[in-house]
């Protein structure tokens, strides 16, 4: 009898999401949650699966290693400026498209 072997979510999660476009699509479904935590949390899920250093990361981004922390904490509410940082030190551009009326 053979037993398969299981992984964990958060290891399938994160081998997905080191391929940046996949990492991409991820944020953007997030994004349609209503929940604005859900951005936030997928955005911490994809720092962590490409292995990104936050204390390099802040350096990069022009943002202290504490606020980024708390910027991305279950009760984050980032000013756009942050956010837009953050965006922009991951390699990746916030566009807009229409909504459904």
Do not use: C
Not at 17 to 30: Q, T, W
Not at 34 to 47: G, M, T
């Amino acid at each position: 009898m053979t037993i398969k072997k299981h992984r964990n979510f958060e290891e399938t999660l994160d081998e997905t999401l080191k391929n940046p476009e996949k990492a991409l699509a991820y944020l953007n479904a997030a994004l349609m949650d209503k929940d604005d935590s859900v951005f936030l949390l997928a955005l911490k899920d994809v720092l962590r699966a490409q292995g990104i250093d936050i204390k390099s990361f802040a350096e990069i981004s022009n943002l202290n290693r504490t606020n980024i922390y708390r910027i991305l904490s279950p009760s984050g509410n980032p000013r756009w400026n942050n956010l837009k940082s953050i965006i922009n030190t991951m390699g990746m551009n916030i566009t807009l498209s229409a909504g459904r009326k």
